[in-house]
């Protein structure tokens, strides 16, 4: 009895089945293609869940992408790669025109809807692997979603066919006719994008892959996370629901709240909850420092985009605006213009 419960290691189990097999006369095409007991297998031979899962992540990391899948640099992002597990790697795809089709109904007026569409663009063309643990979409962090909805614009237009032309014109005398100072496309090797302040920087935690304060004010040491998607899902359910049903939420606490959990799959109404309880006995000089530091992370692309006149050297922004609205990123701003021409 105790040899029958004793744990098998993979190559006895193999051996096992290789010997019941040839007793019975079996083929072994299969144990020959492939020498890896199959899930069935492994199940019989009382492998755990654990052990399943690692071997699916194994393979998954191993697999090549799917047609129609492209790499896209890690480091190539607003963020650099600065706060992902060391060795993330980042797919993406060109949208269908059933995912255009639902990004169409986008509610250009509703915050919660551009996000929510948005979202969707990241669930469907997006792929993240991290190296040690299966990852996904609602991993990508909030600040760098701009840079990656162009780039799988880039592939769903990959023949230019649906430019974003935004004109730019200077306010000084050199152009007061009118005249155009340039057209601008949109896209990312044009954007201007923010960068974190080297102050804050100095706290930046390589191991954690956050920022780390430490001072005595504070007490415990300060982790200040950058908002992944996971996160600004969750607390903006969190706070749709509040509003349904008419309870009370703290509006301080929502502002920082997403830079104060480092994994959306721990989170819950109940971590909400005590998180923001415990921040009511947090000191003036904590809840300034946590608000300061929140401020400071920006690092994604800017709203307003900044050139030179070509006429008289003055510098001149422009709003950065979309033709035809957002929706105009996955839909042809004028469809017409192009059937007249």
């Known amino acids: 009895m105790d040899n029958e419960n004793k744990k098998l290691t993979d190559e006895e189990a193999i051996r096992i089945l290789r010997e019941k097999e040839a007793a019975s006369n079996m083929q072994f095409d299969d144990v020959k293609k492939d020498p890896t007991p199959s899930t069935e297998e492994v199940v019989s031979l009382g492998k755990s869940e654990g052990w399943k899962a690692s071997q699916e992540f194994e393979q998954e990391m191993k697999a090549p992408l799917e047609i129609g899948w492209k790499p896209f640099p ?78 799988i614009r880039d592939l769903t237009f990959k023949n230019g066919e649906n430019k974003l032309m935004l004109t730019m014109r200077c306010g000084n005398t050199c152009s ?28 930046y935690s ?50 920082v709240a997403p830079f104060l959990f480092a994994d959306w799959r721990n989170l819950s109404d109940a971590l909400y909850k005590k998180v923001e309880m415990d921040s009511y006995g947090w000191s003036p000089f904590k809840l300034s420092s946590i608000i300061q530091v929140t401020e400071m992370i920006r690092f994604g692309v800017k709203t307003k ?8 050297g003055a510098e001149v922004s422009t709003n950065l605006t979309f033709p035809g609205g957002i929706r105009s990123l996955f839909l042809y701003s004028s469809p017409l213009d192009d059937l007249l021409s």
């Not at 643990?133 to 780039?151: G, I, M, P, T, Y």
């Not at 007061?176 to 706290?203: A, S, V, W």
């Open 206 to 255: 390589a191991d954690e892959r956050c920022f780390v304060i430490l001072n005595e004010k504070l007490g415990a040491p300060l982790k200040i996370y950058v908002p992944s998607l996971g996160v600004t899902t969750f607390i903006k359910n969190y706070m749709r629901e509040r509003i349904r049903k008419g309870e009370f939420y703290d509006k301080t606490f929502l502002k």
């Open 176 to 203: 007061g006719d009118g005249t155009y100072l340039e057209k601008i496309e949109l896209k990312n090797d044009n954007f201007d994008y923010y960068k974190i302040d080297p102050k804050l920087m100095r706290f």
């Open 305 to 312: 985009l900044t050139r030179t006149c070509n006429k008289c």
């Open 74 to 151: 890690v480091a190539n992002l607003p963020s650099e790669g600065r706060f992902y597990t060391e060795g993330t790697t980042i797919a993406i795809k060109a949208a269908t025109v059933e995912e255009i089709r639902h990004f169409s109904t986008i509610d250009e007026n509703d915050p919660l809807d551009l996000d929510d569409k948005l979202n969707m663009v990241m669930s469907k063309c997006l792929q993240i692997k991290f190296p040690d643990r299966h990852a996904s979409w609602k991993d990508l962090k909030e600040e760098d979603r701009f840079c990656l909805v162009f780039a």
